[in-house]
Each structure stands twice: as structure tokens, then as C-alpha cells.
């Protein structure tokens, strides 16, 4: 019995590109995550003081932003057989707000043997809004499977 399709470190090309879906990002998605996170920052939680703020309006946690393009990313491409994430540099840019809707771009930068069962695989990220505007980026490096034969 095999599982669903996945791409192994050495199916992986340095300069393969990939552009997910958008999705929108909602308020039931801001409480939810905070309650998750335990985050109840009135940035998130309180529409009338937000009001005043820089923003005007509530924003999305930072984290919720970071969760949901990984996920996005994911929706768009073959999964690759990842055992895990070895590093994360990445920088918040703009707020997500409620309505906004977000996808991610990425490239693969990167590719490093590190063992004989496997490698990591570099990927810049660039999310943008529906206006285009980057709200957030970085890279993450993946632990991919090496294929055994």
C-alpha cells in the first residue's frame, strides 16, 4: 500500500518556483488562534480599541500568518517527504487584517546533503495580500527524505 505522492530531496531543483492559492483570512481565524496560542493581545481581541490604533482595525497575529502560508504552500504543490523544519529566518512586514486575503510565493534556493537518509531543502517565501502588498517573508529550511533504493 503506498501513501500519497511525495517528492524526495533528490526529485527537489534549486530554482523550482511555486505560487499557492489565495485564502482569506477571517475573524473566526484570529479568535481560534488565539485561544490556541493563548495570545489575547488586544491587537487581536478588541475591535474598539483597535479603532485608535495605527491600524484602525484589528490584525492578525503574526504566528497565525506564518501557519497559514505554510499550509497554503502545501495545498499547491507535491508535498515533498519531510521529516521536519531545521530552521525559520523570516520577517513580518505589514498586518494581515481580518478580510485579507493572502498567498505565498516561494523558490527553491537551497539544497544540502546532510546524511545518508537525508537532505534540507531551502525555500524563500514571500506572502502577499490581495493588493499585492508583501505582509511577510523569509526562508525556511526543510529536512527532506532521501529516496532509499
Known amino acids: 500500500m503506498t501513501g500519497p505522492p511525495r517528492r524526495y530531496f533528490e526529485e527537489i531543483e534549486v530554482g523550482e518556483t511555486y505560487e499557492s492559492p489565495g485564502r482569506t483570512v477571517t475573524e473566526t481565524d484570529i479568535v481560534l488562534f488565539a485561544g490556541v496560542s493563548g495570545d489575547y493581545n488586544v491587537i487581536h481581541t478588541d475591535a474598539e480599541f483597535m479603532k485608535t490604533s495605527i491600524f484602525g482595525e484589528r490584525i492578525a497575529h503574526g504566528l497565525l500568518g506564518l501557519s497559514i502560508q505554510s499550509g497554503l504552500l502545501t495545498r499547491w504543490m507535491t508535498p515533498y517527504a519531510?521529516?521536519?523544519?531545521?530552521?525559520?529566518?523570516?520577517?513580518?512586514?505589514?498586518?494581515?487584517?481580518?478580510?485579507?486575503?493572502?498567498?505565498?510565493?516561494?523558490?527553491?534556493?537551497?539544497?544540502?546533503?546532510?546524511?545518508?537518509?537525508?537532505?534540507?531543502?531551502t525555500l524563500a517565501r514571500t506572502v502577499v495580500n490581495q493588493r499585492d502588498e508583501v505582509v511577510q517573508e523569509g526562508e525556511t529550511d526543510v529536512i527532506v527524505e532521501r529516496r532509499r533504493e
Open 82 to 121: 519531510s521529516l521536519g523544519v531545521a530552521g525559520l529566518r523570516w520577517k513580518f512586514k505589514n498586518p494581515i487584517k481580518i478580510g485579507d486575503t493572502i498567498r505565498v510565493r516561494a523558490e527553491v534556493t537551497g539544497k544540502k546533503e546532510t546524511s545518508a537518509d537525508q537532505g534540507v531543502v
